[in-house]
């Protein structure tokens, strides 16, 4: 466990200040020690990796100043759904310790990654999480833009590869087009970045995106393997791939070649739609990718005039088939016109409206994921251990 409280050899205690160089030692001019405040912040626990915050060595620098407190959370996502309820929950951990009169808590994040390091061809990015669904015409695209933005929203770095061969359309979705494209390093190429992502899409390759590509299925899995491996991503906590509908040669070539996280499964309520997430799920199960969750989109509309809702496409369907299949269910978005014309103009209802029902359903999605994610990153790291 890798608590920093030590002092270095070479400084000298104020009198003022102090830092205790053990568990035991108390701090100058208070009975406060380092062991009270790890004991009062075991009590507080992450509620998606069900252990307290000093056992999963997310308590550092911790310092006693007199009466003051002061230490860092650092989280495992910068997306933490519950980031403010543990800042909360461990300050007031803390201020009940007898002498203790103020508490200062400085809250980071390091993104888990899922540990496959030298495996993968895009070793530096942490995780890759696909989005996928059984068919057309459920929003996915629209889905993997927001997402990816809201992550980035949150203080995450964050990639986004159009996987959708045949429909390349996140270029325009993102307000990009070739002539964004940085100049390549070496035979790397370098995606530009829109809204704090990272972008690639065949988009900014083809002459003409409106001519139709007529590729057989090798010639795709090759487009898929190459925007993977031969794009310059860095650095990177997530990256979000846009897979076609279907279950077809893309999924089969990302599943093949890189170590897939998560994948998330977008529908729309309708039974005809549900039956298809069905075949994508157990597609994701054959490939043994692990499902972070079902994303029901196009919910219902809310009446701009009268605020009634309205169920256009029945309502619901996305979280029965999560509870009939065993997943989690990541959220809802219900339908807005400004998502369509976000998509047409480039900008995500995230960025356009940042304040709206549906950029907030977003943002909440988005962070759902990350922590499903986390927790499935420490149980591999704890299988790992194990084993």
Not at 263 to 280: E, N, R, S, Y
Request: aromatic fraction near 4%.
């Amino acid at each position: 466990m890798s608590l920093f409280w030590s002092k270095k050899p070479s400084e000298e205690k104020k009198p003022s200040e102090e830092k205790s160089s053990g568990a035991g030692e108390k701090s100058s001019g208070s009975g406060v020690t380092q062991a009270q405040v790890l004991a009062a912040l075991s009590k507080v626990k992450d509620p998606d990796l069900h252990r307290d915050l000093v056992s999963l060595n997310m308590i550092k620098e911790v310092s006693i100043n007199h009466s003051k407190v002061s230490f860092t959370i650092e989280l495992t996502t910068p997306a933490c759904p519950v980031k403010s309820k543990l800042e909360r929950e461990a300050r007031e951990a803390v201020m009940q310790i007898p002498g203790v009169t103020d508490v200062d808590v400085k809250m980071t994040s390091k993104v888990q990654s899922a540990g496959f390091g030298d495996h993968s061809p895009v070793p530096r990015v942490k995780n890759i999480v696909a989005v996928g669904s059984g068919k057309g015409g459920v929003g996915k695209s629209t889905v993997s833009v927001n997402l990816a933005v809201a992550l980035a929203e949150c203080g995450a770095s964050v990639g986004l590869l159009d996987a959708d061969i045949y429909g390349p359309s996140l270029a325009m979705m993102m307000g990009a087009s070739s002539k964004d494209l940085p100049p390549s390093h070496g035979s790397k190429m370098i995606p530009p970045t829109r809204y704090g992502v990272k972008l690639i899409s065949l988009g900014f390759i083809l002459p003409d995106t409106s001519t139709p590509l007529v590729w057989r299925g090798p010639m795709v899995g090759k487009a898929v393997d190459q925007l993977l491996s031969d794009v310059e991503w860095g650095e990177l906590d997530y990256l979000i791939v846009d897979l076609p509908p279907g279950t077809g040669d893309a999924q089969l070539t990302l599943a093949q070649r890189v170590p897939v996280s998560g994948a998330v499964v977008v529908t729309t309520p309708q039974d005809v739609a549900l039956l298809d997430v069905i075949k994508a799920l157990n597609m994701f199960r054959k490939v043994n990718i692990p499902i972070l969750g079902i994303i029901e989109n196009m919910s219902y509309l809310e009446c701009p005039h009268c605020h009634e809702r309205v169920e256009i496409f029945k309502y619901g369907g996305g979280r029965r088939a999560s509870e009939q299949q065993g997943v989690p269910f990541l959220g809802e978005i219900s339908i807005n016109p400004e998502i369509p014309i976000g998509s047409d103009t480039g900008i995500p209802i995230i960025k356009s409206h940042p304040d709206s029902a549906q950029a907030k359903q977003f943002m909440e999605i988005a962070q759902a994921m990350a922590a499903r994610l986390s927790a499935l990153n420490y149980e591999r790291s704890t299988l790992k251990i194990i084993n």
